[in-house]
């Protein structure tokens, strides 16, 4: 695998992380919000830590 290939791995790879972020991120303002959550409730069911939420 060349450098080209390691690096555009990595992208994507972080690309895809972000992704998951920005999705988990929805849901756990849709739980808090739409649903009353509390914040460690919303944790838990979006399997975050709460520092994250």
Do not use: H, Y
Request: net charge negative.
């Amino acid at each position: 695998m060349g450098i080209e290939e390691l690096m555009l791995d990595r992208a994507t790879k972080q690309g895809i992380q972000k992704g998951e972020q920005k999705s988990k991120s929805q849901v756990i303002s849709n739980l808090l919000e739409k649903f009353g959550f509390s914040i460690e409730q919303a944790a838990e069911a979006a399997d975050v830590s709460i520092e994250f939420v």
